[in-house]
């Protein structure tokens, strides 16, 4: 395990579900349609938390993401 502090911040949190090599798709909701639809501006930086749930090739599997906002 690798572990960083991570500045306090507004964030908007998201849970990708399904397949690891998809997850692309969900940055592009979050910093595209998501960002735009709300009104809010991203900082510089996101992160994910891969934990128990992470299954890389099933349908059921979750990843966190966490992207910093202004």
């Not at 964030?11 to 960002?35: A, N, P």
């Not at 991203?42 to 966190?64: A, G, M, Q, T, V």
Request: proline share 3%; no cysteine; aromatic share 16%.
């Amino acid at each position: 395990m690798i572990g960083h502090a991570v500045g306090e911040s507004k964030y908007v949190t998201y849970t990708h579900q399904g397949l690891e090599s998809e997850l692309s798709r969900s940055y592009d909701y979050v910093y595209g349609q998501w960002i735009r639809e709300t009104g809010n501006e991203p900082k510089d930086y996101d992160f994910e938390i891969w934990d128990e749930r992470y299954k890389p090739e099933s349908l059921e599997n979750e990843i966190d993401l966490f992207v910093a906002l202004k």
